[in-house]
């Protein structure tokens, strides 16, 4: 019965560091954010990752993530966010990956799946975001990207939220996610063959 309970624990947690992970590919410090503030009040983190439940860290990663979306909002400088948010965001699902599956397994199972599955989910995630921000300034002049920006802003709003109250919600909505990033890519992969044809 308790390998049960563990894995289920670890399963949950891993369906919590998903959801983080992909909310950081939308936006980097908005996940790190929301769950300072759930830490704040009363949600469980292991003693090492215990200062994000801190006055500092929320205060910090309040302004840096109105910084942050604010910054997307101003035409030309959100495709020069996108050009380092990509590796930030890696490094921001990793985090959040392995801040999520803390004591729930091994030090080489956490930071293992934190870099392959969080830094990965994330990475994805931001480098799907901003080809679609560089194909909106390409067609729209930059005009069109705040639309952009307003539904990756609501997206990772949504998931960090899910993620931390109900994390198997927050897994099948980063596998719709990801769907649709595989529909997208497949049809333009279409349209460029017809196109060479």
């Keep these: 019965m308790d390998f ?4 289920g624990q670890m399963l949950i947690a891993f369906f919590l560091g998903i959801g983080l992970a992909a909310s950081a590919g939308f936006r980097v410090f ?9 830490a704040k ?13 801190s006055w500092t ?12 979306i604010g910054a997307y909002f101003i035409p030309w400088i959100d495709n020069l966010l996108d050009s380092i948010a990509v590796p930030l965001a890696g490094i921001a699902g990793t985090m959040l ?9 091994s030090e080489v199972i956490q930071w293992g799946l934190a870099i392959i599955a ?23 002049g930059g ?4 639309i952009v920006s307003s539904t990756e802003t609501a997206a990772a ?11 198997i919600l927050a897994f099948v909505l980063v596998l719709v996610v990801f769907y649709y990033i595989y529909k997208g890519w497949k049809y333009i992969n279409n349209k460029r063959k017809r196109a060479s044809s």
């Design 57 to 68: 860290a929320i205060i910090t990663l309040g302004v840096a993530t109105l910084v942050e």
């Design 118 to 140: 969080g830094g990965g989910t994330a990475a994805a995630v931001k480098g799907t975001a901003a080809s679609a921000r560089m194909a909106s300034t390409a067609t729209t």
């Design 41 to 53: 009040f009363g949600f469980d983190l292991n003693e090492e990752w215990a200062w994000v439940g």
């Design 30 to 38: 908005l996940p790190l954010f929301a769950l300072s503030l759930a």
């Design 157 to 167: 709003g949504i998931l960090s939220v899910t993620a931390i109250v109900f994390p």
């Design 97 to 105: 990956m392995a801040l999520s599956l803390g004591d729930a397994s």
């Design 143 to 146: 005009t069109g990207n705040f």
């Design 4 to 7: 049960i309970i563990e894995n």
